[in-house]
């Protein structure tokens, strides 16, 4: 199945341990309000933090939806900026989800490649943002839990296609509002990598 050139895929986690509110969440709905232009149909989804589920969810979006560009947005809570991700590893997965499981051999995949990289090079747009009063920096490390597992899944189905971004908590510096509207520059400027032009209608 071809992909879907007006179809971008943008999920975020859900409650996970202390964090009955994740930011990553939020930002996506708020991203949902704000579109990424006229021409651009976005659909979101919560992801839970189990990694089975995960793994379910991100095949299906794959297999059925066939997007543009699937982005997957999560929380760093120990963060200060926004962290565009390159790649994912597929080892080293020993920390337990919310249900106390781990993948098999702390593997993504027991026969896929050792590391993924996306078909956006996110360091080119950590260079191009630029956004008053946060900082987006780049990273080849996306923390080997459940972000990471994530990227590393939809890279292998999408062949490629897909974003991980790196989400602070919620303050007064990283309102809701801030985060909807640095995500949407953000997946605009790396759908502008993937060759879609007549898109970024500003609302």
């Known amino acids: 199945m071809a992909s879907n050139p007006h179809l971008v895929v943008v999920t975020g986690f859900g409650p996970y341990r202390n964090y009955l509110v994740n930011s ?3 930002a996506v709905k708020e991203l949902a309000n704000l579109g990424l232009g006229d021409d651009v149909h976005l659909e979101i989804l919560e992801l839970p933090v189990k990694y089975t589920e995960v793994e379910k969810r991100i095949r299906k979006i794959w297999a059925e939806l066939q997007p543009k560009l699937s982005v997957h947005i999560g929380m760093m809570a120990s963060s200060k900026a926004i962290v565009l991700e390159q790649c994912a590893r597929n080892k080293g997965y020993v920390d337990r989800d919310l249900g106390g499981a781990h993948p098999q051999d702390g593997c993504c995949l027991l026969e896929g490649p050792e590391r993924i990289e996306s078909s956006i090079n996110m360091k080119s747009v950590c260079k191009n943002i630029s956004w008053p009063g946060i900082d987006v920096i780049y990273s080849r490390d996306a923390g080997r839990y ?6 590393y899944i939809s890279l292998y ?5 897909a974003v991980f971004i790196h989400v602070p908590q919620l303050s007064k510096t990283f309102t809701t509002e801030k985060l909807g509207q640095a995500l949407q520059k953000i997946i605009q400027m790396a759908l502008r990598q993937r060759g879609i032009h007549q898109i970024f209608h500003r609302h």
């Open 24 to 26: 990553s969440w939020e």
């Open 146 to 151: 459940l972000c990471e597992y994530a990227y």
């Open 157 to 161: 189905y999408g062949s490629g296609r």
